[in-house]
């Protein structure tokens, strides 16, 4: 079964949930309904759920319904069903927590940090000359300005920083609070511990370049003080706000970037043919997907044939052909028509593989995978990087797949995420709307021979975390190897 839509791992609901006028929110209900929703369509219940594992998991759900019958909020209930989501370990199973406009927004979380900083203390500390500093040390801010942190030594551990809220647009995050701690052992690079808007705490890579840091996918922070974002490097942060770019960095070599297959495929259809000459007069092409969390794997249809040697063999897929699932999948291809999101021969093609699974209703459903046929092979380019990191998921981990398949190919950077075993993500209808649910509906088909969640695509050049520029890497490998493809 073609794969049209794969899940993003953030997104929105995939279709409306009707309000009722007194939806049963209470939490055991609640929690209830959610485990009930993922027994019946999960597509990957009875991998996790197995006759060694069932008991764990009937302790779990006990559990929770216990402490439910005690949860007095909607964000306690919404803990309870991360802690449920936790157990399946996959990226895809999502549960979010609607605003309901009427009710006041929960205090944050108990066990935030608070460090009491002003921004004029924080300048003193940065430029105190008696004292090393390191190089993330300073005052950061957002691209949107949305938050400015100071990073400074952590007061209660010497090899430690800690990022100190100093301002924020969200009233929840005022002044003082700890967003951020890492360690000082690497100067460049570290794992950090990151809390989210919503007070959840991502253990996450922080590379810094310079004035700049990512830190996992969220973004770029740009310094302030004691030294001061560069024009070079305000243009870095605005390319990257762009999901899509085309740049001939040299006679030799051309550069793609896609960060994100949520684009309409006509969009990168677009970026393709315009530069076409350039690409089949360039030899070395770099496929920039880093940060790219997913989407379509129809964005990236026209990206293949620079790539292609010898056609592309998509796995078997097994579909959960639930009731709600089928629904599901239904309104989606309707969505898909109503929005002209593809030719009508690739929607009619969709549409009959849907038919065909709800032929074989409340089963694993498999279908072959389909085989992606290409007239020819371009002479140019003669080598194709696809350069990637552990923000890569879904549908972006789907290309690594087909890279891996081609002889041109070669996968650069990290690993990526490793959320792909289970994807076309669904939404599932609760009867309280406050809470949403979204799950994968079918399995693929190398789960059953080398599963890649929480693992990902490995690539076939490690480029160290530490490197600063991991496009001038490329090039300069390609430089001191004069590496031919695979023939």
Known sequence: MRTYLLGLLVGCPLFAVAQSTTPPCDCPSVLQQVSRKVADNYAGWTDKVTAKTKPAHTRLLDSLQQQATKATTDADCFQLLKAYKAYFRDGHFQVELRGTGSTPTPAPVAGVRTIPLSEEQARQLLQDNTKKHHPVEGIWETPERS?????????QSADSLVGIVLASTNSRWTPG???LKLATSNPAAGQVLYRNAAFEEESLRLVQTGNLFRIGGYGYWLRRFPQAVTDTEQQTVARQAIPIEFRQLNPQVAYLRVTSFNVPKSQVDSMVRVHQSVLRQTPTLIIDIRDNGGGSNSSFASLLPLMNTNNFQDTHTYTRTSPDNTAAEEAMVARARAGHWDTDSVLNAWAAEV???????????????TLIKFDSVLTNPVRVAV??????????????????????AKLFGQHTGGVMDYGNVRNQVLDCPRFVVRLPTTRSGWVDTAPIDNRGFQPDVVIPATEPDWIDYIVRYYQSS????RR
């Open 482 to 485: 004069n590496e031919q493809p």
């Open 177 to 179: 609070l700890v967003k």
């Open 387 to 408: 350069l990637m990191n552990a923000n890569c998921y879904s549908s972006a981990e789907y290309f690594a797949f087909y890279a891996k398949q081609s002889r041109k």
């Open 355 to 369: 038919a065909q699974a709800k032929a074989h209703p409340n089963q694993l459903y498999r279908t072959k995978g």
């Open 147 to 155: 938050y400015k942190l100071a990073i400074i030594p952590d007061p």
